[in-house]
């Protein structure tokens, strides 16, 4: 069942990884292109703040698509300086799509902690769009989700849910798979019954959503058997006491 667990925890980052970054491309890709968009805002007063603003976001596209080349290019450490000197310095936009630039490259690296704490520090950055900040949210929540307690997964997860929340379904459904993990059977059911339910889910997601349904009540039947009985040991029989001598005739050897 661990095995069972593990696959169905990779399926759903896959796919968690796949559908939200087609989210954030669709908002995101005129800025990854390196056409920003800026507000020209009418009130002359502002003019000189947003000429220093215009220069800083196309200062910030070049770095970034310096970095993203070397990153095309296999140049691993170079790559992750260039992205680090962006999250450090560049324009909000470019230094949170640095962060999550370099919190991919840790995960597919194996530092997990290292992308749980870029994926963090971007949640918490000022100025980054509040889509970015819950897609950091989800991704450490997901990467956690390994060696977290329960409670941990419960707090990083239950502010993303909500009925006009984004990521409302993909936080659902990792509370749930947590809640199952940690055997809080009648939690796991709170957060994926819902699915089940919702006409705008996947196919795909209420297909694993029924697979961990099943799971839940296959251990439930397994906690509530009655304990096998075992039979008392077998004892062993006693020896059979000696026989005793035949008792000879009184006076037989006299002659």
Same mark, same amino acid.
Request: proline share 5%.
């Given at each position: ?70 990153? %095309? ?40 902690? %290292? ?27 997901? @990467?956690?989700? /390994? ?20 990521? %409302? ?7 749930? @798979?947590a809640a ?14 819902p699915l089940?339910?919702?006409p705008n ?21 397994? /906690? ?21 001598? /035949? ?5 037989? %050897?006299?002659?």
């Amino acid at each position: 069942m661990a095995d069972d667990n593990d696959s169905l925890l990779r399926e759903v980052q896959e796919e968690l990884r796949r559908e939200q970054m087609q989210k954030i491309w669709q908002r995101y890709n005129g800025l990854i292109l390196g056409a920003a968009v800026l507000i020209v805002l009418a009130v002359a007063g502002y003019k000189v703040l947003e000429t220093r603003r215009i220069t800083a976001a196309e200062t910030g596209g070049a770095e970034f698509t310096a970095a993203e080349s070397l990153s %095309d290019q296999k140049k691993k450490d170079e790559a992750a300086k260039a992205f680090q000197a962006i999250a450090d310095s560049g324009p909000a936009g470019y230094a949170a799509l640095a962060k999550l630039q370099l919190a991919g490259a840790q995960v597919k690296e194996g530092k997990t902690a %290292d992308a749980v704490a870029t994926y963090d520090s971007l949640a918490k950055q000022p100025g980054a769009d509040d889509l970015l900040k819950t897609f950091a949210q989800l991704q450490a929540a997901s @990467i956690r989700m /390994a060696d977290a307690d329960y409670q941990e997964i419960q707090n990083r997860l239950t502010p993303l849910i909500g009925e006009n929340a984004p990521y %409302d379904k993909s936080a659902r459904e990792l509370l749930g @798979i947590a809640a199952f993990k940690a055997k809080k059977f009648d939690e796991a059911r709170k957060y994926l019954e819902p699915l089940l339910l919702d006409p705008n889910a996947s196919d795909a997601l209420q297909e694993r959503v029924k697979v961990i349904m099943s799971g839940i009540a296959a251990d439930e039947v397994a /906690a509530n058997a009655p304990p096998a009985t075992t039979p008392p040991p077998a004892t062993a029989a006693e020896p059979a006491k000696p026989a005793e001598p /035949a008792k000879t005739e009184a006076g037989a %050897d006299k002659k």
